[in-house]
Structure formats: structure tokens, C-alpha cells
């Protein structure tokens, strides 16, 4: 099943999904900074603009509709201005709000970001810490008991505030189960008792369910997988999917292999919520009765869509259609990717390249490729033009133009960026891009690379990866060319 086909689905299904958590108001306050304040050194913003839009559980309620399902809210929030706006703003995503309840003298918990030139200078939070009152609890018991015979999903988001404590949890492990239960939670070993088909801990939290780090990178991967057990007895969830910012995920089911996603490295603008539009693709499309790594697959696309804009994270499904059917080309300018990089700089991301005429894909290039995705944050495989592979490999190569070699090397999992060269070595294109690590395969040494001293110039390291006997692009093509001809 495709991307394609999930979407199909999902809008044949329009899944039924209830979402119960903490409901709470996200406010963006964006302007420009030209002075200090004269009565502290603190920075005078003159806002420019404003913007409330729901976060926390809103904001999974408010991707669930935009996605295609049919969306119940379930909770408390203040009888207050803040709680107002986000009932409206609710209302106009197409959320049905009568379960979410206005609570006299309580507050609706508000997270209100000053952002100067697309940077958050400071976060105000405004929280409601107290108990919430019995009577609320009950309804809210009392509404979703009714409710979960006709939901295809429930969706809890549990972000450690005062609602969902260990009686409401009890309580609620107590009511007829619904068709699919997914649980994001800050502490997911709180909600085993109502065995979750489908939990999706963030590497924190994932740590904190096992007592120990992960790692850092693609080690993380690994680590998870090992830990795959253990996550799913110490949370009592089914199926767990470890998410792991730009590295992307790891889904771990029992009785069949890990599977993974990749992350687009596209740089993360600032945005909040990715984590929501996950939850919500995942669940709608698994509510629709995609198979659980289709729906993760889907999943990942929508939280790529997501972090590239501003302000708290939404991706609609007529987005996801878009995005899924685009066939667009897989290369990237070396100028546009040089801006790219930049950012990814500027966010602390370890920059990795490595180049190479890449015509006939075997293991050896995989190896490779692998090995160098883990010596940083982001790989950039540099590919040499087809008049390039001409002049290095001599007559009748490459034996695939460099459209399809892109294609491929795009499609791999641990490859973020393929540009494309011209000239005979990579030098002008290391120059530019200035890679922190340059990595090239085994059968090299760095005496034998041109490149090797334009990476050092420019302040990066030169690492040979590991040698993968026998196998060889022009051994590989004079065998295929002798099977033929026999």
C-alpha cells in the first residue's frame, strides 16, 4: 500500500476519533527588536503581530480533522478568555467540543512565544496545577463511556498536567475498551493498565521508560531496537514507535521486524507540535485500517510537512495528497544546498559528504553510505555528472544517467542531499559547501584524493571508511556484460 492508498482510505473511512487530554492555547507573538530597555538589559520588542492556535491535545484534535477523521474533544479547560478562544478555535477546524468542558475558576493552561526574526526569545506559560474537581471527572468518564462504542480510536495526550492523574487513569481502565487505543505520553509506563495498541515515546521519554540513555545518532536506532522488548512490557502497549527527532522513527511490534523511517533533513523552521501531527497521522490512518507501517510511513511524511513552516505544527490531508504524489527531482543545486546547509549549521547539525559516480548500486556503496550517515547529522552525496563519469569511467558509462543514479541514492534511507557535479573531482563543490567530515570508501587514502586537502582548508576532517572486498562497480558490470554475452 502506498502513501496513496492510505489517503484513499482514509477519506473513504472519515475514521471516528476521540481525543482526550490536556487542552491547552498556544500563542505566537512575533515583532522586531531595535533597543534595550533602559530599566534592565532585556530586549524591547515591538510586536508586529499575534496568533492563538490550539496546542497540546487541541493541537492533535485540530490535525485529526484536517486529516480526514471525524474529531470528539474530551477535557477540561478554564471558563476564561483563553478557553473561549480555543473552543472557537476548535469549532473552526471542525472539532466537536461539547465534551470539553468550561470549568469555573480554573484556568485554560496557555504557552505564549516571543519570537524576533523567526527566533523564540522566551516562553511564557501560564499552567493550571491545581485538582481538578470530581464532578469534572465524572463527566468526562461519563462522556466518554458513551462515546467510545462509536469511535474507531481513542487518542490520549498526556502531557504530566493535573487532569489525567493515576485515579483518572484507573477509572478509565475500568470503561469498554475502544477499537484502537494510541497513548502520547510523557510517561507512558503510567497508562499499562490500559494496554495501548500503539504508544510513541520521544528519545526522552523512551529513556526515561527504560532507565538508560539511547545513545546519540543512529546508535539510537540500534539501541531501541535492542530495548524493543522491555518498552513493550514496561508500558504494557502493543507496539511502540520510538521517535527520534531528525533521525526519524523506529516502529517495534512482536513477531516482525523493526521499521524504520527516515526523516527529511529539511531545517526545522520554528515550530512546535510535530510531535501532535505524528500522533494524528498515525492514528487516523490506522483507524482507517491501513497496516500499522503504512500508517507510520504516513506518519513521517506528515511531520516533514509539518516542521517546514513556522508557528505550532498542522498538516491537512489534501497536504499529505500533494506531497505523496510529487515525483519531484531529487537533486539539489549545490547554491540552494549551501543555504540548506547553513541552517543546519547554525543548529548545531554535523555535516557529512561524500561524492562518487554511484552508477550501479551494490553493497559496497550501501556499506559506505551507512557508515558515513553515522559519523554526523546530515549526508550529502555529491554525484558525478554523466559527462563527469564519462571522462572518469571511460567509454559507455555510466550505465545509468544521473537522473535515475539521484533517484536512487534519494531513496535511501540514510542519504539526506544529493547534488550533482561537473567538473572532474569535488573540489569547487566542497568549497562551497564545506562539509565538517569528508568520507570516501576504503579502497581510497587520502594521499589519493584531491579533495582531501580543499576539506582541510576549510577546517573539516577526512574519514576512509571501512574496505568491502569484491565488490566493485566495473567488476559488477563486466560480469552482467560476460552473463549476457554467454
Not at 13 to 33: E, K, M, S
Not at 80 to 85: F, K, L, Q, T, V
Not at 312 to 335: F, G, M, N, Y
Amino acid at each position: 500500500m502506498t502513501p496513496l492508498d492510505s489517503i484513499a482510505r482514509i477519506r473513504a473511512q472519515q475514521p471516528r476519533i476521540a481525543v482526550l487530554g490536556d487542552f491547552l492555547l498556544d500563542r505566537w507573538w512575533h515583532g522586531t527588536v531595535d533597543r534595550v530597555a533602559r530599566e534592565a538589559p532585556a530586549p524591547v520588542v515591538e510586536l508586529a503581530g499575534a496568533s492563538d492556535l490550539p496546542g497540546g491535545a487541541a493541537n492533535t484534535a485540530r490535525n485529526l480533522s484536517a486529516l480526514g477523521a471525524r474529531v470528539r474533544a474530551f477535557g477540561a479547560i478554564g471558563a476564561d478568555e483563553p478557553g473561549d478562544r480555543l473552543r472557537e478555535r476548535l469549532t473552526e477546524a471542525d472539532v466537536d467540543v461539547r465534551a470539553l468542558q468550561r470549568v469555573a475558576g480554573a484556568r485554560t493552561t496557555t504557552k505564549a512565544r516571543v519570537s524576533v526574526a523567526d527566533q523564540v526569545l522566551i516562553r511564557l506559560d501560564d499552567t493550571q496545577r491545581e485538582p481538578w474537581p470530581d464532578r469534572v471527572r465524572q463527566q468526562l468518564l461519563d462522556d466518554l463511556a458513551e462515546a467510545l462504542a462509536e469511535c474507531d480510536a481513542l487518542v490520549i495526550c498526556d502531557y504530566g498536567a493535573a487532569l489525567l492523574d493515576d485515579t483518572m487513569i484507573a477509572a478509565l481502565a475500568a470503561l469498554p475498551r475502544a477499537a484502537l487505543i494510541v497513548v502520547d505520553a510523557h510517561d507512558p509506563a503510567r497508562w499499562a493498565a490500559l494496554r495501548p495498541d500503539v504508544i510513541t515515546p520521544n528519545a526522552g521519554e523512551t529513556e526515561r521508560l527504560l532507565g538508560e540513555r539511547l545513545g546519540s545518532g543512529e546508535d539510537r536506532v540500534d539501541a531501541a531496537i535492542a530495548a524493543g522488548d522491555a518498552l513493550r512490557r514496561r508500558s504494557g502497549a502493543q507496539s511502540v514507535v520510538v521517535t527520534l527527532d531528525r533521525t526519524g522513527t523506529v516502529l517495534l511490534t512482536p513477531d516482525a521486524p523493526p521499521h524504520r523511517t527516515r526523516a527529511h533533513a529539511a531545517p526545522e523552521q520554528q515550530a512546535s507540535g510535530a510531535g501532535d501531527v505524528f500522533v494524528s497521522a498515525l492514528s487516523v490512518a490506522r483507524a482507517a485500517g491501513c497496516a500499522l507501517p503504512r500508517a507510520v510511513d504516513l506518519a513521517q511524511l506528515a511531520a516533514d510537512i509539518a516542521v517546514e513552516r513556522t508557528g505550532t505544527c498542522r498538516c491537512s490531508l489534501d497536504e499529505l495528497e500533494l506531497r505523496a504524489s510529487a515525483a519531484p527531482d531529487p537533486q539539489v543545486s549545490v547554491a540552494d544546498l549551501a543555504e540548506r546547509l547553513d541552517v543546519h549549521r547554525r543548529a548545531g547539525d554535523r555535516i557529512v559528504f561524500t561524492n562518487g559516480c554511484f552508477d550501479v548500486l551494490h553493497r559496497g556503496h550501501t556499506a559506505s553510505l551507512k557508515q558515513a550517515r553515522r559519523l554526523g547529522d546530515v549526508l550529502v552525496v555529491a554525484l558525478n555528472s554523466d559527462d563527469s563519469a564519462r571522462r572518469l569511467k571511460g567509454p559507455g558509462r555510466p550505465v545509468n544517467g544521473v537522473r535515475d543514479r539521484a533517484n536512487v541514492l534519494a531513496a535511501l534511507s540514510c542519504v539526506d542531499y544529493v547534488t550533482v557535479f561537473d567538473d572532474d573531482t569535488a573540489c569547487a563543490t566542497i568549497r562551497e559547501l564545506r562539509p565538517d567530515v569528508y568520507a570516501k570508501g576504503g579502497d581510497y587514502t587520502p594521499e589519493m584524493l584531491e579533495e582531501a586537502a580543499e576539506v582541510r582548508r576549510a577546517g573539516g576532517e577526512v574519514v576512509i571508511l571501512d574496505y568491502v572486498p569484491d565488490h566493485s562497480t566495473t567488476e559488477l558490470i563486466d560480469r552482467l556484460r560476460t552473463t549476457a554475452e554467454a
